[in-house]
């Protein structure tokens, strides 16, 4: 839709006549934005990855005050209907990407799965002293290097996972030579260190202001971090930090009771 109204563009002036339509009642105003928004998703306005008008659009069509706007955008992001990017706009979010709780699998291949596009960006890759905690974990004298990387996976271009790697030199001694840009870390572990047995650990945490910079999140954005330690034979390989912003990924599982 194209042209004006009264100094309004007319896509705004039509949001501007639905939400007069749906203001009878006793909504807050915030709500019955949230629901507008939902409604116009639903109804195919706005498809996945689509823009939403700014703030400031909202707020000029709808007569309604920036905090009122910014409450509704705000809620419907933490419900995972759409994706606030910070100095780029607010999205309709794609579906979730889900991981399974009990199994260990590629991230690029769970992107894959679903249809969408996988890419990756390196922050770091080389050696580093991890320290006793991590030395200690795969019994190696804490003044020796290990190998370190720090990926961020994207799925349609949207940053789901920043993946923090510690990996034993013993058992992937080409691991620094590797384009994880072009495959992942954990492709290349399988093929050097087939894997044996794993071990998850999932907690709810705020991501540092860092992290929230390379994921593209508010700071204030409860993420999923899974604690990731990989075994070949009986010999750990790997420790990885997965950190998910919690609005684009979730955990699920099945069980059977016997």
């Known amino acids: 839709m194209t042209g004006t109204v009264n100094g309004v563009g007319a896509e705004g002036a039509d949001l501007a006549r639905l939400y007069a339509e749906g203001a009878a009642g006793s909504a807050p105003a915030y709500q019955r934005v949230k629901d507008l928004v939902v409604e116009q998703i639903t109804r195919g306005r706005w498809s996945e990855g689509d823009a939403l008008p700014s703030e400031s659009q909202f707020v000029e069509s709808l007569g309604l005050s920036r905090m009122t706007i910014n409450r509704a955008l705000r809620e419907l992001s933490t419900q995972g209907v759409l994706r606030r990017v910070m100095g780029v706009g607010t999205f309709v979010a794609p579906r979730k990407g889900s991981s399974a709780l009990a199994e260990i699998h590629d991230i690029a291949d769970e992107v894959l799965r679903r249809d969408h596009r996988h890419r990756a960006e390196v922050v770091f890759l080389g050696e580093e002293t991890a320290g006793p905690d991590i030395s200690g974990q795969f019994g190696l ?4 290097a290990v190998f370190r990387s720090r990926v961020v996976h994207f799925e349609d271009d949207v940053p789901i996972q920043l993946e ?7 058992f992937a001694p080409g691991y620094l ?14 093929e050097a260190a087939p894997l044996g047995r794993g071990e998850h650990i999932v907690e709810a945490v705020l991501p540092s202001a860092e ?6 999140i508010a700071p204030s954005e409860p993420c999923l971090l899974i604690h990731r330690r990989t075994w070949s034979q009986d010999a750990l390989v790997s420790i990885a930090r997965l ?6 990924y979730r955990l699920q599982g099945t069980f059977d009771q016997h």
């Open 141 to 144: 004298d804490p003044r020796r």
């Open 164 to 170: 923090d790697r510690y990996v034993d030199p013993r």
């Open 177 to 190: 030579d590797q384009d994880f840009t072009r495959r992942t870390p954990f492709t290349f572990l399988s």
């Open 211 to 216: 992290e929230a910079e390379i994921l593209g």
């Open 243 to 248: 950190l998910h912003p919690g609005s684009r």
